[in-house]
Every structure is written in structure tokens, then in C-alpha cells.
């Protein structure tokens, strides 16, 4: 089944909604109101009725939608139903947080190789995945991974991600606070904590 | 001087000119045009024109905008022209990579002290912040601190919120995955690495 281009506004949002609704299928109903879903993750009723249209699946009004099958649908939209495999390059801090994480694995991304240039991590496992010399990065064009996560200091992102493209990386996730220009068929999706952060104080009435 | 509303999605791009203009003040032009700085942040030259019409002040056309100008107003409508101190609670490795991390810094955010409840933490020093026993959270009312990072782990964040907020916390940058609950005066960022890393293979090619 095909589904019609979601805005990227949605998509956003979908990893959240499915969050929500395996919070409801463990409570174990049937169904679930567009409004308690809204409740429950802070956002307005009306968003997820609009979000939800997507899936082609609409609910029964007075009744809501079905759990299971909305999580399906989700699942298929955001190609989470196939297993994906990661490398994650950089295992700082940053990078040991995101090995240490169970977080990926419940939406089916499994990341299987780590790679660093600190010759006091090289050959350790983290998490149960090995950290390898970053100079053998060129091996991943062997493995079948499509999605890298890069957690290096700023300043090494752009290299590390012409290194991970050239490798046959499809999908990174940046977690330096680095700006990285990639090809247009490569996505890229950065997270720079600090930019979050600096947007708060925006909300905060002066005291 | 005060600015009209600017809305959500804006706010969340501001930090982002302001590194784009950070760049460019390092490189030394007086103006910037719409369309150069829309290509080295990687957004649409219309998005940018529309974004800064919210400062009060057009470009030249032509000429384009003043950087230091530009940097000035970002910085005021954002309120990062004065300095917010904050409060880190749990010392795990991505709380540590939060703290050894400098760029809340370049944002006039500065990180004062930071909680977790492992004795082998507690009253260690991390980057020159001291950790401290989480029982004695309450004494941050004593302190003039209005924003909050909770990096725990999943489960705890509910809690912790609830207590930053008794002891005076106004703004909360929420790296739990948990979804949280706040008082409508409260604002609430969160991050969760899972949920955005799940949204990449949406836009990968099935190969």
C-alpha cells in the first residue's frame, strides 16, 4: 500500500505518535480517542485528527481509532517495519550516551558498528557493539548499513560524513554542532542541544 | 524595544541565525544577503526574508542585512543578551557530555551546578561544575537559576520536573525520554535522540 507525501512538519511527529499509541496498546485498548492521544502528548486534538488523515485509516467516530492498526500504519509510513543497521562514529561521551540508549532498538534500528581514532577505545565494546580504528571506516561499503549517527567534537562532522557517504551511508543523524552539506539524495537530520537550549529563555518572562 | 509575536516555528529557527551570523562576523562583511546566509544554514532564501521581517529591519536590497545589527536584535528578541543560569540533574554520559559540551556558552547560558544521587558522583567536579547530592535539590531555590536539564534516565523525568519546578525552575530542556507533565506557565523542550534518529529512514530510498 502506497501512502500520499506526508509534510515534513508530520513526519516530526509520527515517531511521537507511535511512542503514544505502544503507550496505550501495553494499557490494552482497543481504541484510542484523537483527544486522549492529544493529552497525552501535549499537543492539540485537532494536529493529530489532521496528522492521522495520512494513513488513510480514519477513526469511528464517538469511538476513535483502532491502536493496533494505526501503529501498523505508522510503523510502514516511517519504513519502521524492516529492521535498519547504524554505525555511529565518535564514542565520547555523546557517543557512549547514544550506545548506552535501548531507545533505538524499540523502533527497529540497530547500530552495529562503532568507529573512534582514540587508540584507548579501539577494540572495546560498548553496549555490546565493537569500537573499531576510524582509519578502517572504508570496510563499512562491506556491511549492509544504511543510517550513521556522527557524535564527534565540532569541526570533524563535514569529513566524517563525506567519509560515511562514500561508504554508502544513506540516512545521518548529526549530533555535532557542525553544519554538514551532503548530496541532495543523502537526509540528514541534525540535533545541536545547545540551539534547543538557547530557545527557552525566549519563553521565560523576565523576573 | 519590543518585537510582535514571532511564531514557534521561527523561534526554533533564530538559534540557528544567530551561529549562521556568528560565522559571518568572523569572516568580516557588514551585510549579509537573505540568499547566502539561506544557503550556508541550508534553508530557503524566502524563509530566511520571511523569518527576519519579524526583527523590525529589512535588508537593503542589493546590499542585504547588517550582520551586527542583525546579531543584536537575535540576540535581544531571543533574550540571550543577558546571562540564564542553569542546573544539570543526572550525571550519566549524556549528562556529562551536556557539561564537558561548551556551546550553551556562546549562547550566554551557563551550567552553575548539577545534581545526581550516585555516591561515587557527589562532590566531583565535571568541566568546573560541581555535582551534588539530588536530596538536597531543594537548596536551588536559594540560588538565582530559571532553567533546568533533566538528563536522567527514562522513568525518573516526571519526578525531577515536578521538584525543579517547587524550587523556582521557569524553563525546562527535557533530554528524558519521557514526556512530562508542567504547569502552563512552564515551558518544556524536549529531545529525544530515538525519536528524531526514527524519522530517517522515512526519507531513504528502499534499496
Redesign the interface.
Known amino acids: 500500500m502506497r501512502y500520499r507525501k ?1 509534510p515534513d512538519e508530520t ?2 511527529r ?3 505518535y ?2 503514544g499509541l505502544r503507550f496505550f496498546s501495553e494499557q490494552s485498548p482497543d481504541h484510542v480517542s484523537s483527544k486522549i492521544l492529544a493529552e ?3 499537543i492539540n486534538p485537532w494536529q493529530v485528527r489532521k496528522d492521522l488523515s495520512y494513513f488513510g485509516e480514519m477513526g469511528t467516530p464517538g469511538v476513535g481509532y483502532k491502536v493496533k492498526t494505526l501503529t501498523n500504519q505508522n510503523q510502514r ?4 517495519d524492516s529492521v ?1 543497521n ?1 554505525v555511529l562514529v565518535g564514542v ?3 557517543g ?3 550506545l ?2 535501548q ?2 532498538r ?2 527497529g ?1 540497530e547500530i552495529v558498528v562503532a568507529y573512534d581514532s582514540s587508540p584507548a577505545k579501539i577494540g572495546s565494546k560498548i553496549n555490546g557493539v565493537e569500537v573499531k580504528d576510524i582509519s578502517e571506516m572504508w570496510q563499512l561499503n562491506e556491511l549492509d548499513i ?2 550513521g ?1 556522527i557524535s564527534v567534537p ?1 569541526g570533524a562532522a563535514q569529513s566524517i560524513a563525506d567519509e560515511l557517504i562514500s561508504a554508502g551511508i ?4 548529526n ?1 555535532a ?1 557542525d ?1 554538514i ?1 551532503v548530496p541532495k ?1 543523502i ?1 540528514v ?1 541534525s ?17
Open positions: 506526508v513526519v516530526r509520527l515517531p511521537l507511535l511512542r497525552f502528548l501535549g509510513i516511517l519504513r519502521l535498519h547504524a565520547g561521551n555523546l557512549s550516551a547514544v548506552a540508549y531507545g533505538f524499540t523502533y534500528i544504511d543510517l549517527i565540532g544513506k540516512g545521518i543523524l549530533l554542532p553544519y552539506r539524495k537526509k537530520i540535533i545541536d542541544i545547545a540551539m534547543d537550549f538557547a530557545r527557552l529563555p525566549y519563553y521565560i518572562p523576565a523576573s
